[in-house]
Protein backbone atom coordinates (compact mmCIF):
# COMPACT_ATOMS: atom_id res chain seq x y z
CA UNK A 1 0.00 0.00 0.00
CA UNK A 2 1.09 3.25 -1.29
CA UNK A 3 1.60 5.69 1.80
CA UNK A 4 -0.03 9.36 1.91
CA UNK A 5 1.80 11.75 0.78
CA UNK A 6 3.54 14.17 3.56
CA UNK A 7 1.16 17.13 4.49
CA UNK A 8 3.44 19.85 4.03
CA UNK A 9 3.85 22.38 7.41
CA UNK A 10 2.50 25.66 5.09
CA UNK A 11 0.27 24.91 1.88
CA UNK A 12 -0.37 28.66 -0.20
CA UNK A 13 -3.53 27.93 -2.48
CA UNK A 14 -4.39 30.65 -5.01
CA UNK A 15 -3.05 33.27 -2.98
CA UNK A 16 -3.97 36.81 -4.60
CA UNK A 17 -3.30 40.50 -3.47
CA UNK A 18 -5.06 43.75 -4.60
CA UNK A 19 -4.33 47.38 -3.87
CA UNK A 20 -6.60 48.99 -5.73
CA UNK A 21 -6.45 48.29 -9.43
CA UNK A 22 -2.81 46.93 -8.85
CA UNK A 23 -2.34 42.91 -8.70
CA UNK A 24 0.41 42.51 -6.50
CA UNK A 25 0.05 38.76 -6.14
CA UNK A 26 -1.82 36.60 -8.67
CA UNK A 27 -3.45 33.15 -7.98
CA UNK A 28 -0.03 31.88 -6.00
CA UNK A 29 0.33 28.15 -5.00
CA UNK A 30 3.12 26.46 -3.55
CA UNK A 31 3.73 24.60 -0.19
CA UNK A 32 6.38 24.27 1.96
CA UNK A 33 7.79 21.35 3.47
CA UNK A 34 8.06 20.74 7.39
CA UNK A 35 11.79 20.90 8.34
CA UNK A 36 12.89 21.90 4.81
CA UNK A 37 14.17 25.30 3.75
CA UNK A 38 11.77 27.20 1.07
CA UNK A 39 13.49 30.60 -0.67
CA UNK A 40 10.87 32.71 -2.66
CA UNK A 41 13.20 34.34 -5.00
CA UNK A 42 12.53 37.03 -7.93
CA UNK A 43 13.38 40.31 -9.35
CA UNK A 44 12.70 43.46 -7.52
CA UNK A 45 8.96 44.10 -7.60
CA UNK A 46 7.68 40.64 -8.18
CA UNK A 47 5.49 40.38 -4.84
CA UNK A 48 7.56 38.39 -2.42
CA UNK A 49 7.44 40.34 0.68
CA UNK A 50 3.52 40.73 -0.02
CA UNK A 51 3.66 36.94 0.04
CA UNK A 52 5.18 36.91 3.61
CA UNK A 53 2.70 40.00 4.80
CA UNK A 54 -0.15 37.85 4.22
CA UNK A 55 1.47 34.61 5.69
CA UNK A 56 2.15 36.91 8.47
CA UNK A 57 -1.17 38.61 9.21
CA UNK A 58 0.04 42.22 7.99
CA UNK A 59 -2.37 41.82 5.01
CA UNK A 60 -5.41 40.54 4.54
CA UNK A 61 -5.34 38.65 1.02
CA UNK A 62 -8.22 39.52 -1.42
CA UNK A 63 -8.53 35.70 -1.72
CA UNK A 64 -6.39 32.10 -1.07
CA UNK A 65 -6.45 30.38 1.49
CA UNK A 66 -2.90 30.12 3.60
CA UNK A 67 -3.12 26.38 5.49
CA UNK A 68 -0.33 25.69 8.40
CA UNK A 69 -0.28 22.30 9.78
CA UNK A 70 1.41 21.52 13.56
CA UNK A 71 1.38 18.04 14.27
CA UNK A 72 1.97 14.16 12.24
CA UNK A 73 -0.50 14.88 10.02
CA UNK A 74 -3.50 16.34 9.33
CA UNK A 75 -6.82 14.04 7.21
CA UNK A 76 -8.16 16.16 4.74
CA UNK A 77 -12.04 15.61 6.30
CA UNK A 78 -9.97 17.90 9.32
CA UNK A 79 -8.91 20.78 6.57
CA UNK A 80 -12.48 20.49 5.28
CA UNK A 81 -14.41 20.83 8.90
CA UNK A 82 -11.94 23.72 9.28
CA UNK A 83 -13.02 25.85 6.43
CA UNK A 84 -16.87 25.02 6.52
CA UNK A 85 -17.06 26.48 10.04
CA UNK A 86 -15.27 29.55 9.58
CA UNK A 87 -13.84 29.20 12.32
CA UNK A 88 -9.58 30.47 12.17
CA UNK A 89 -7.27 27.02 13.55
CA UNK A 90 -9.09 23.56 14.75
CA UNK A 91 -6.94 20.91 17.66
CA UNK A 92 -7.30 17.33 16.17
CA UNK A 93 -5.50 14.39 17.80
CA UNK A 94 -1.94 14.82 15.59
CA UNK A 95 -2.21 18.61 16.24
CA UNK A 96 -3.63 21.67 15.02
CA UNK A 97 -4.29 23.23 11.88
CA UNK A 98 -4.51 27.24 11.09
CA UNK A 99 -6.70 29.29 8.69
CA UNK A 100 -3.71 31.82 8.44
CA UNK A 101 -5.84 34.44 6.27
CA UNK A 102 -8.21 34.25 9.38
CA UNK A 103 -6.33 35.32 11.63
CA UNK A 104 -4.64 38.58 13.27
CA UNK A 105 -0.71 38.84 13.31
CA UNK A 106 -0.67 38.73 16.96
CA UNK A 107 -2.40 35.22 17.09
CA UNK A 108 -0.33 33.74 13.98
CA UNK A 109 2.68 34.63 15.88
CA UNK A 110 0.78 32.93 19.38
CA UNK A 111 -1.18 30.25 18.23
CA UNK A 112 0.25 29.23 14.57
CA UNK A 113 4.23 29.68 15.96
CA UNK A 114 4.91 31.61 12.92
CA UNK A 115 8.03 34.04 13.46
CA UNK A 116 9.83 36.69 11.35
CA UNK A 117 12.36 38.99 10.72
CA UNK A 118 12.77 41.83 8.53
CA UNK A 119 14.61 43.56 5.38
CA UNK A 120 15.24 46.47 7.95
CA UNK A 121 16.34 45.04 11.14
CA UNK A 122 13.89 45.87 14.02
CA UNK A 123 15.39 45.37 17.50
CA UNK A 124 15.04 47.20 20.20
CA UNK A 125 18.35 49.72 19.98
CA UNK A 126 18.25 50.87 23.44
CA UNK A 127 17.89 47.55 24.97
CA UNK A 128 20.38 45.49 25.86
CA UNK A 129 21.36 41.87 23.80
CA UNK A 130 19.76 40.03 26.31
CA UNK A 131 16.88 42.14 26.89
CA UNK A 132 16.16 41.73 23.21
CA UNK A 133 15.95 38.10 23.75
CA UNK A 134 13.97 37.96 26.59
CA UNK A 135 11.22 40.54 25.27
CA UNK A 136 10.77 37.96 22.68
CA UNK A 137 9.25 35.34 25.06
CA UNK A 138 6.96 38.16 26.45
CA UNK A 139 3.76 35.81 25.42
CA UNK A 140 5.05 33.56 28.12
CA UNK A 141 5.87 35.31 30.49
CA UNK A 142 2.58 37.52 30.74
CA UNK A 143 1.21 34.14 31.29
CA UNK A 144 2.73 33.02 33.80
CA UNK A 145 2.57 36.24 35.09
CA UNK A 146 -1.13 35.88 35.38
CA UNK A 147 -1.20 39.12 33.29
CA UNK A 148 1.02 41.72 35.87
CA UNK A 149 -0.72 40.60 39.33
CA UNK A 150 1.08 37.18 39.98
CA UNK A 151 4.40 38.65 38.51
CA UNK A 152 4.05 41.71 40.80
CA UNK A 153 3.57 39.15 43.74
CA UNK A 154 6.70 37.06 42.66
CA UNK A 155 4.70 33.88 42.56
CA UNK A 156 6.27 31.10 41.77
CA UNK A 157 5.48 29.68 38.78
CA UNK A 158 6.25 33.56 37.00
CA UNK A 159 9.49 33.13 38.70
CA UNK A 160 10.10 29.85 37.11
CA UNK A 161 9.09 31.48 33.94
CA UNK A 162 11.45 33.72 33.81
CA UNK A 163 14.25 32.00 34.84
CA UNK A 164 13.30 29.75 31.75
CA UNK A 165 13.29 32.93 29.26
CA UNK A 166 16.71 34.14 30.69
CA UNK A 167 18.06 30.67 30.37
CA UNK A 168 17.13 30.02 27.03
CA UNK A 169 18.25 33.96 25.98
CA UNK A 170 21.69 32.86 27.28
CA UNK A 171 21.62 29.62 25.46
CA UNK A 172 21.11 31.58 21.99
CA UNK A 173 23.50 34.21 22.94
CA UNK A 174 26.47 31.82 22.76
CA UNK A 175 24.72 30.47 19.67
CA UNK A 176 25.50 33.36 18.11
CA UNK A 177 28.85 34.20 19.77
CA UNK A 178 27.72 36.98 21.61
CA UNK A 179 27.58 36.16 25.59
CA UNK A 180 30.41 38.83 25.92
CA UNK A 181 28.29 41.63 24.34
CA UNK A 182 25.08 40.66 26.91
CA UNK A 183 25.22 43.97 28.40
CA UNK A 184 25.75 46.09 25.31
CA UNK A 185 22.76 47.80 23.94
CA UNK A 186 21.64 45.84 21.02
CA UNK A 187 22.30 49.38 18.87
CA UNK A 188 25.90 49.26 19.51
CA UNK A 189 26.55 45.94 17.82
CA UNK A 190 28.09 45.98 14.15
CA UNK A 191 25.56 44.85 11.65
CA UNK A 192 26.26 41.35 11.02
CA UNK A 193 25.85 40.73 14.27
CA UNK A 194 22.69 42.55 14.95
CA UNK A 195 21.63 39.96 11.99
CA UNK A 196 22.03 37.32 13.86
CA UNK A 197 20.65 38.53 17.24
CA UNK A 198 17.58 39.34 15.43
CA UNK A 199 17.27 35.93 14.00
CA UNK A 200 17.65 34.21 17.26
CA UNK A 201 15.28 36.49 18.89
CA UNK A 202 12.96 35.12 16.97
CA UNK A 203 13.85 32.16 17.74
CA UNK A 204 13.47 32.31 21.37
CA UNK A 205 9.65 31.96 20.32
CA UNK A 206 10.15 28.32 19.12
CA UNK A 207 8.28 29.05 16.28
CA UNK A 208 7.27 25.95 13.96
CA UNK A 209 7.92 28.36 10.80
CA UNK A 210 10.79 30.65 10.45
CA UNK A 211 10.16 33.46 7.91
CA UNK A 212 13.41 35.91 6.96
CA UNK A 213 13.10 38.85 4.51
CA UNK A 214 16.70 39.13 3.17
CA UNK A 215 18.89 37.82 6.16
CA UNK A 216 21.93 38.46 3.90
CA UNK A 217 21.15 41.89 2.42
CA UNK A 218 23.96 44.12 3.67
CA UNK A 219 26.59 41.05 4.85
CA UNK A 220 29.72 40.56 3.17
CA UNK A 221 30.79 37.25 2.11
CA UNK A 222 32.33 35.77 5.28
CA UNK A 223 29.03 36.84 6.96
CA UNK A 224 26.96 35.22 4.40
CA UNK A 225 28.44 32.03 5.05
CA UNK A 226 28.80 32.17 9.09
CA UNK A 227 24.85 32.73 8.11
CA UNK A 228 24.19 29.84 5.80
CA UNK A 229 26.22 27.89 8.63
CA UNK A 230 23.56 28.93 11.32
CA UNK A 231 20.53 28.62 9.14
CA UNK A 232 21.46 25.21 8.29
CA UNK A 233 22.15 24.29 11.89
CA UNK A 234 18.85 25.68 13.35
CA UNK A 235 17.24 23.37 10.77
CA UNK A 236 19.11 20.21 11.59
CA UNK A 237 19.44 20.81 15.51
CA UNK A 238 15.53 22.14 15.75
CA UNK A 239 13.57 20.48 12.98
CA UNK A 240 12.70 24.71 12.27
CA UNK A 241 10.63 24.95 8.75
CA UNK A 242 12.72 28.38 7.23
CA UNK A 243 10.44 30.76 4.19
CA UNK A 244 13.12 33.08 3.30
CA UNK A 245 13.31 35.61 0.60
CA UNK A 246 16.36 36.21 -0.72
CA UNK A 247 18.56 38.07 -3.33
CA UNK A 248 22.16 36.79 -2.86
CA UNK A 249 21.85 33.30 -5.15
CA UNK A 250 24.55 31.83 -3.33
CA UNK A 251 23.01 31.73 -0.33
CA UNK A 252 19.66 30.10 -1.89
CA UNK A 253 21.47 27.78 -4.26
CA UNK A 254 23.72 26.31 -1.09
CA UNK A 255 20.85 25.88 1.65
CA UNK A 256 17.18 25.84 0.28
CA UNK A 257 15.56 22.31 -0.35
CA UNK A 258 13.34 24.24 -2.36
CA UNK A 259 12.92 27.34 -4.35
CA UNK A 260 9.45 29.41 -5.53
CA UNK A 261 10.23 32.06 -8.31
CA UNK A 262 7.88 35.07 -9.00
CA UNK A 263 7.95 37.58 -11.19
CA UNK A 264 4.93 40.55 -11.44
CA UNK A 265 3.26 38.34 -9.16
CA UNK A 266 3.20 34.83 -10.75
CA UNK A 267 4.69 32.05 -10.33
CA UNK A 268 7.03 30.88 -12.94
CA UNK A 269 9.19 28.34 -11.28
CA UNK A 270 9.12 25.63 -8.24
CA UNK A 271 10.79 23.04 -7.82
CA UNK A 272 14.56 22.29 -6.54
CA UNK A 273 17.89 24.56 -6.40
CA UNK A 274 18.80 22.94 -9.48
CA UNK A 275 15.52 23.18 -11.29
CA UNK A 276 14.86 26.12 -10.74
CA UNK A 277 18.92 27.24 -11.52
CA UNK A 278 18.60 25.64 -15.48
CA UNK A 279 14.50 27.03 -16.05
CA UNK A 280 14.90 29.72 -19.10
CA UNK A 281 12.12 31.43 -17.90
CA UNK A 282 13.75 32.13 -14.65
CA UNK A 283 17.13 32.96 -16.38
CA UNK A 284 15.21 35.15 -18.53
CA UNK A 285 13.37 37.06 -16.03
CA UNK A 286 16.66 38.08 -13.74
CA UNK A 287 18.23 39.03 -17.17
CA UNK A 288 15.11 41.28 -17.86
CA UNK A 289 14.21 39.66 -21.01
CA UNK A 290 10.52 39.67 -23.12
CA UNK A 291 8.29 36.47 -22.85
CA UNK A 292 8.41 36.39 -26.73
CA UNK A 293 12.69 35.77 -26.17
CA UNK A 294 12.75 32.75 -23.66
CA UNK A 295 12.97 30.24 -26.88
CA UNK A 296 16.55 32.36 -27.47
CA UNK A 297 16.82 31.97 -24.07
CA UNK A 298 16.50 28.24 -24.10
CA UNK A 299 18.56 27.51 -27.08
CA UNK A 300 21.52 29.51 -25.87
CA UNK A 301 21.41 27.38 -22.67
CA UNK A 302 20.95 24.05 -24.00
CA UNK A 303 17.58 23.35 -22.64
Known sequence: MTPAPAVPLLAVEHLTMRFGGLIAIDDLSFSAGRGEI?????PNGAGKTTVFNCITGFYKPTSGRLLLSLGDATAPADVAALTASGRRFRRTAAGAVFLLERMPDHEIAARARVAR???????FP????LEN???AQHNALMAASGWTVLGLLGAKRYVQAEARAVERARSWLDRIALTDRADDPAGDLPYGAQRRLEIARAMCTEPALLCLD???AGLNPRESADLTAFLKSIQAEHGTSILLI???MSVVMEISDHVVVLEYGCKISDGTPEHVRNDARVIAAYLGVEDEEVEKVEAEIGT
Do not use: K, S, W, Y
Request: glycine residues 8%.
Open 38 to 42: TAIIG
Open 117 to 123: TFQNIRL
Open 126 to 129: GMTV
Open 133 to 135: LIV
Open 214 to 216: EPA
Open 246 to 248: EHD
